[in-house]
């Protein structure tokens, strides 16, 4: 079992930035990717952006340049630096992560962008 807590979602102005993170505890060796969705009202969950574990980065093209995914395995986190934000990344934000056998999501932290 994975357990995942997001933190670090608000309220933010047009152009500028925020940075999520995302805390795994329980079974952490069994990961094998870690990734962050986003779900605006009435719009289906989407992929932002994921990190292979020794593997490649993916990004969603909305966010290609803007957003940056990064991972520190000494501390089991994921981020999610967010620059030159817009409304259109306004969404409830979740971290996933899957290991071999299945995958596990975080609660969500919602992102606003409004001026």
Known sequence: QVQLMESGGGLVQPGGSLRLSCAA?????????????????????????????????????????????????????????????????TALYYCYTRTVTKGYWGQGTQVTVSS
């Open 25 to 89: 505890s329980g079974s952490i060796s069994s990961i094998i990717s870690m990734a962050w969705y986003r779900q605006a009202p009435g719009k289906q969950r989407e992929l932002v952006a994921s990190i292979i574990t020794g593997g490649p980065i993916n990004y969603a093209a909305s966010v290609k340049g803007r957003f940056t995914i990064s991972r520190d395995n000494a501390k089991n986190t994921v981020g999610l630096q967010m620059d030159s934000m817009t409304p259109e990344d």
